[in-house]
């Protein structure tokens, strides 16, 4: 591999960085064609200056019922992006103190650009939502405490 095709890899896997890109494949008569792909499944969505992924933790989270713990907690199944609503100009799915059924819709996760429907695994009523719309989110993180 020459130093050019060296540079140009470089060149591709920060951009792929800066954009939050998955992949880039580029081709040309000069250097034929190249491409760079990151690891999904171990990166995680490009944030723009004003986000930043904020990891509920669920020891600091106040709430009034003690008995509240991990196994009340909807976990995040992957990485995206969450949304509370179906669309900008919907109401969101579910609200504190709603009582929701099992299999019903509480949020999206928008993954690779693929919208997936989160549902309650149980009924119950909603005690605390703990992400907000559009909020960047990782794999396991607390989004909703469902006793």
């Known amino acids: 591999m020459s130093d050019f095709d060296k540079e140009l890899i470089i060149s591709l896997s920060k951009l792929l960085?800066?954009?939050g890109l998955s992949e880039i494949e580029i081709e040309n008569k000069k250097v034929g064609r190249v491409k760079v792909a990151?690891?999904?499944?171990q990166s995680a969505p490009a944030l723009t200056s004003s986000q930043s992924i904020q990891k509920p933790n669920?020891?600091?989270?106040e709430t009034t019922d003690e008995d509240i713990n991990i196994k009340n907690a909807v976990l995040s199944p992957m990485v995206g992006?969450?949304?509370?609503?179906p669309d900008p100009d919907s109401d969101n799915f579910i609200?504190?103190?709603d009582k929701v059924k099992k299999g019903q819709t509480i949020l999206i996760i928008e993954a690779m650009k693929t919208m997936n429907n989160i549902a309650?695994?149980?009924d119950g009523i909603?005690?605390?939502?703990?992400?907000?719309?559009e909020q960047p989110i990782q794999f396991d993180d607390p989004l909703i405490l469902i006793d």
Not at 58 to 61: A, T, V
Not at 126 to 133: A, R
């Open 126 to 133: 909603v005690k605390k939502i703990l992400v907000e719309n």
């Open 38 to 41: 990151k690891n999904i499944l």
């Open 81 to 85: 992006t969450v949304y509370l609503k």
């Open 120 to 122: 309650s695994d149980k």
């Open 95 to 97: 609200n504190e103190g």
């Open 58 to 61: 669920l020891q600091d989270i």
């Open 17 to 19: 960085d800066q954009t």
